[in-house]
């Protein structure tokens, strides 16, 4: 086992954070490494390296990308509500025409011996 500063980045075995090149830990042969101390551990929990660049950089930079991803969202969903509300329209209208098809008074069919042979909806537009 041995302490030294690290030539990588890598994650901690102990804590699971992932720590940039230059943290000092604690190494051992076929392992994971890990913090040299527990002291490491709780610092990189309290700060969390996702970038080493700082975190306070990285924080006005996300804003209009998350208000641009929202906008995106809610012009999906806009849209995909159109599609809904259209598709919805179609199958009333569908249901609204079947419904007076069922509804619509039946009148009978006569062959040409003057007996029934089967009803047929009368809509009522020919007459
Ligand atoms: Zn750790």
Redesign the pocket.
Known sequence: MSIFKSNYAGT?R??G?RFPAGTLINWQRGLQP??ASAA??QQ?AAAPTEGAEGAEGSAPKAKPKRVSAVDKFAEMHTANMEATREMLKQHGEGIQKLASIIAAPRKAIRGPDGRISGTVADLGSRH
């Open positions: 901690c102990t804590c954070q890990a913090h490491l551990c990189a």
